[in-house]
């Protein structure tokens, strides 16, 4: 669940950076590089790959009801660094690397 979580963050962050909108406020200097547009399909695919990670469980059922849970979390939590405080948002994208990370290397 914690590789998910991680996963889940990235895209939801990769899908609210690449609206008009919010661009400027998450991205920074960088939204002026070749990659902006290719968010959308890097938010979509990370997604499923969150939702993919949850198939290897014993219990998908139950994994399921959390990541939806997550889904909202984490939904919340990337709107209100967004509205409230940009650096917070910003700052979760090294955090999730490091869920993402440390779930491979624990095995789950």
């Known amino acids: 669940m914690i590789i998910s979580a991680g996963l ?3 895209a939801l ?10 661009r400027p406020v998450l991205l920074g200097g960088w ?3 070749g990659f902006v547009p290719h968010l959308t399909l890097a938010g979509w ?17 139950i994994a399921l009801v ?3 849970g997550l889904l909202a979390l984490l939904g919340g939590g990337v709107t209100l ?6 650096g917070v948002a910003r700052a979760g994208v090294p ?3 490091a869920l993402v990370l440390t779930g491979m290397a624990s095995g789950g």
């Open 8 to 10: 889940l963050y990235l």
């Open 45 to 61: 695919s990370l997604m499923a790959l969150s939702l993919a990670s949850l198939w290897t469980r014993a219990d998908v059922g």
């Open 95 to 97: 955090v999730a690397l």
């Open 81 to 86: 660094g967004i509205s409230y405080c940009p």
């Open 66 to 68: 959390g990541w939806i």
């Open 31 to 33: 939204q002026g590089h």
């Open 13 to 22: 962050f990769a899908l609210a950076a690449r609206m008009p909108r919010h």
